[in-house]
């Protein structure tokens, strides 16, 4: 059965870095795309950085060049390297696979929390 498995979440301190992984499992399309998401309470989940076979990334504006999307689609990983925390970053980190043509997530990850507190 597909899955996409998260890793690396956690607590730390404002200005502090943290690595999300994520492995997709058993996936029966050529993946072509994938991406970070993440949602707080009360809010829509938002898209932070995407990354597309062929290496083009997108950033969302708040999180360009303080986080950094990285991807190896021979082992369908996607990494996010999280550098200068905020507060405000703190969520639930969703990792997501699409594949080409495919508008938004097609597999959802389970979420992982990321804390950003002093």
């Known amino acids: 059965q597909a899955r996409l498995a998260e890793s690396g979440g956690g607590l ?3 200005g502090g870095s943290l690595r999300l992984s994520c492995a997709a499992f058993e996936i029966i399309f050529k993946i072509e795309t994938m991406a970070w998401y993440r949602q ?5 989940r938002e898209l932070v950085a995407s990354i597309s076979r062929g290496g083009p990334t997108n950033y969302l504006e708040s999180v360009a060049g303080r986080f950094t999307i990285s991807g190896d689609f021979a082992k369908n990983t996607v990494d996010l390297q999280m550098n200068s925390l905020k507060s405000e970053d703190t969520a639930v980190y969703y990792c997501s696979a699409s594949p080409e043509g ?3 997530a097609f597999y959802w990850g389970q979420g992982t929390q990321v804390t950003v507190s002093s």
């Open 12 to 14: 730390v301190q404002p």
């Open 40 to 44: 707080v309470p009360g809010r829509q």
């Open 102 to 104: 495919w508008r938004g």
